[in-house]
């Protein structure tokens, strides 16, 4: 019986940064996780112990620092590619590199309306994230994301008119609580001349004036699905440089308090005690990719 390994690689993982700019007084700052991946051009390491290959894992942690300090950190994007172009130069025996990073919120504290110049506050649910996988002789694929966004309107969505069989027991609702956690992944269809952090800052825009729609009225949502497929939509029409994007919503309940047991109270309704639940959770997903240009 013949085997063959038809997948490897290996890394370092959950490679923990912070990067510190200093523009004179102002400072800006880059709390990140770097995850590398490199593949090599022989599989003797797994086939027979020999390890004269390996680029030691430790190896790789000590390149992420060494060239955050050499090249600096404009974008997590720009770095994964830097990443990237390194292992495969430095190595002829490095057919693939992947490198994945997360960024974790950080926020300028304000002070009577002027931005700090170095204090800072976290914000470490929202996160960023990108990867890029980069083969000898080919181009790098590039995916960014948010994951962790978390948002919440009181009005102006509703759920009604699904599939009624023997199964349902869940009523139409025309007014109920939208809450959700946004997680979004977009891949992008060149490498160059791209700003990277103005494409992630306006997708984040974009997912959260469809979600809320105008100040003062909103914008009514019939579905999850609805909203999520109009934010795709305006993505792609907005941002030539994304390809495909790719949503994901789940509902975090919020179910009216039910007092109907407390009789004497002669509470007759509810819209304002609500209980939070995110299990269990219907979740929304959808990816919208741009059609190929019809052949003449």
Request: glycine residues 4%.
């Amino acid at each position: 019986m013949a085997f063959e390994i038809v997948n490897k690689g290996y890394g370092k993982n959950n490679v923990r940064l912070f990067y510190v700019h200093r523009e004179g007084n102002v400072h800006h700052i880059k709390d990140i996780e770097v995850h590398t991946r490199l593949t090599l051009s022989s599989e003797r390491d797994y086939t027979h112990g020999d390890n004269r290959d390996i680029i030691a894992t430790d190896t790789q942690k000590n390149t992420v620092y060494i060239l955050a300090k050499r090249r600096g950190i404009s974008c997590i994007e720009s770095f994964a590619l830097d990443l990237c172009d390194h292992f495969l130069k430095q190595y002829s025996h490095v057919t693939k590199a992947q490198i994945s990073i997360d960024q974790y919120g950080w926020h300028r504290i304000v002070e009577n309306d002027k931005e700090h110049h170095h204090a800072f506050y976290a914000n470490r649910e929202c996160t960023r994230h990108c990867t890029v996988e980069h083969e000898r002789n080919g181009t790098p694929k590039i995916t960014a994301g948010i994951s962790g966004l978390k948002v919440m309107k009181t009005t102006q969505s509703a759920f009604a008119n699904f599939y009624d069989d023997e199964y349902r027991t869940l009523p139409d609702t025309h007014e109920r609580i939208f809450c959700t956690v946004v997680k979004s992944d977009w891949t992008y269809n060149r490498s160059k001349h791209i700003n990277f952090c103005k494409v992630w800052s306006t997708v984040k825009d974009i997912v959260l004036d469809t979600f809320a729609g105008p100040a003062e009225t909103g914008v009514f949502s019939p579905s999850v699905q609805q909203t999520l497929y109009d934010t795709e939509k305006r993505v792609l029409q907005t941002i030539p440089e994304i390809e495909t994007i790719d949503i994901e919503l789940p509902n975090v309940h919020h179910y009216e308090a039910d007092f109907s047991k407390f009789k004497d109270l002669a509470i007759s309704d509810n819209n304002e005690v609500f209980i939070p639940s995110d299990k269990p959770s219907g979740n929304i997903q959808g990816k919208m990719a741009r059609k190929p240009a019809a052949k003449l």
